[in-house]
């Protein structure tokens, strides 16, 4: 049982990183910045600011890495798993476990989904609207 709830929570975890990178990747094609990587640059010149970017983007470039390098932790977690529970469950039980944990994580990547969504057309819209501003200055 233990095995099984170790199972079930350590693929809802592959799911959430996986979401997660697909989410970091969009928006570091689309050059935008989550308000957590976005610093103010003790400096506040042009050039300070461009240099706050730049490590903002270093930043998400170093998450996305993390984000790779625990969905392959996670993946040789799970299929060790997934091994002992083959020994010692039934192929019906197995069936049975593996549909309720695709049933949880179907429902995480529906969370996952609305939520990234959500936040990114907040950060692009954010974003148009600041590139705006800086336009209207000038």
């Not at 959430?16 to 308000?35: A, G, V």
């Not at 706050?52 to 040789?76: D, E, F, N, P, V």
């Not at 819209?125 to 200055?137: D, I, Q, R, W």
Request: glycine letters at 2%; proline letters at 4%.
């Amino acid at each position: 049982m233990k095995l099984a709830r170790e199972y079930e929570r350590k693929t809802v975890a592959l799911v959430r990183y996986r979401h997660h990178l697909t989410f970091n990747h969009l928006l570091k094609s689309s050059d935008i910045l989550p308000p957590s990587l976005i610093f103010t640059p003790p400096v506040r010149t042009k050039v300070g600011y461009k240099i706050a970017r730049k490590t903002g983007i270093k930043y998400l470039r170093l998450r996305i890495t993390q984000c790779h390098h625990s969905i392959r932790h996670l993946s040789t977690k799970l299929q060790d798993l997934k091994e002992q529970l083959e020994n010692k469950l039934t192929p019906e039980h197995m069936r049975a476990l593996e549909d309720a944990v695709e049933t949880t994580s179907k429902a995480t990547t529906m969370e996952i989904s609305a939520t990234h969504t959500r936040k990114y057309n907040q950060l692009k819209g954010n974003n148009e609207a600041s590139s705006s501003n800086l336009v209207n200055k000038d």
